[in-house]
């Protein structure tokens, strides 16, 4: 069988490999090459598992290594060059593809039979320990990459164990609670104004709060009037305990035709606290978060919000500072 296969006389060698990146070997005329994988912005080096060079966005990415790929997270992730997201409405599926269309228009893909909506060029995946938050750009010969950034983040209530004490009349407390764990179970999801965020397809705006009209837009704490600040801090008005409940922004999800078990405004927001009451908190990086997508003027005024978590997921944090999950498991 010799004669049909890649030892066959003439024959050319596919050097399409990982990811569909062409492997650089035996350019040399000794036949020996470098043998590293052309991943367009840098190179890759299979035989340690390293790329050669840091990633030439990673000065926007303090909180990764510069040496990462996909932000350490390649089982669910790839960095493909595209153009936008698409869903597919058959399995629920999102995906990067190299297609170009109209936000929201609904078309088949090469390859596909299935009907595939167009979620445009960035994209929120919420996973039940980190927001990631996808946007591309290209170079100067046109060529698209894809780029992320991660924000740990939590949803729903959580539920709190600590140090038991003795109470002093023959039981005991908890006193403080120590950990937080946070349950992204099918059940707990269905729990009203305890459990997280139903899995699904949300949205925000990035255009300003508009009641009425634009309620999935962007809030601001530093744009409340003076009298809801003040009622704020008696837990009342639109914004009730201030930026220690909400953090500095805020955007209530638009449902995208998830199942929320009737569950209504949830919201994406900060705080001062891990959890909420059935939103996504992202702590004390929410200012970060929110410059991030505000100050993208390269996609579309609505961004779509995937909230997808791993089955029966469970995760528990130390009760400390927001900036960052202690995971204790």
Request: with cysteine; net charge neutral.
């Amino acid at each position: 069988m010799s004669g049909i296969s890649s030892k066959a006389a003439g024959g050319l060698k596919n050097k399409k490999g990982y990811n569909g990146n062409e492997l650089q070997s035996n350019e040399f005329s000794d036949g020996s090459g470098l043998e590293l994988y052309d991943f367009n912005a840098r190179t890759y080096d299979q035989q340690i598992g390293k790329f050669t060079t840091q990633d030439p966005l990673a000065g926007k990415y303090f909180s990764s290594s510069p040496y990462n790929y996909v932000d350490g997270n390649p089982i669910v992730r790839n960095d493909p060059n595209g153009d936008d997201w698409f869903r597919n409405e058959e399995n629920g599926n999102i995906e990067w593809r190299k297609i170009n269309g109209k936000q929201g228009e609904q078309l088949s893909l090469k390859g596909s039979q299935d009907t595939w909506t167009n979620l445009g060029s960035e994209l929120l995946v919420f996973n039940g320990e980190s927001i990631s938050y996808f946007t591309q750009s290209s170079d100067k010969d046109g060529n698209l990459s894809l780029q992320s950034q991660s924000f740990d983040a939590v949803s729903g209530k959580p539920l709190e164990s600590g140090a038991m004490v003795d109470n002093g009349m023959g039981g005991v407390s908890i006193d403080p609670p120590q950990v937080f764990t946070f349950d992204y179970s099918k059940g707990r999801q269905k729990v009203p104004n305890q459990g997280p965020t139903p899995e699904g397809l949300y949205s925000i705006n990035k255009s300003s709060f508009e009641a009425g009209s634009n309620e999935s837009g962007a809030q601001k704490w530093s744009e409340q009037s003076l009298l809801n600040k003040a009622k704020a801090q008696v837990g009342g008005g639109t914004w009730p305990g201030g930026t220690t409940s909400w953090g500095d922004n805020r955007w209530q999800l638009q449902n995208e035709g998830s199942n929320t078990y009737g569950r209504k405004s949830m919201y994406l927001h900060g705080g001062t606290k891990w959890g909420s009451r059935g939103c996504i908190d992202v702590g004390n990086n929410i200012g970060t978060l929110a410059n991030a997508i505000l100050t993208n003027k390269t996609g579309n005024d609505k961004v779509y919000f995937q909230v997808i978590y791993p089955t029966d997921f469970k995760i528990s944090v130390a009760n400390g500072s927001t900036n960052k999950l202690a995971k204790t498991q």
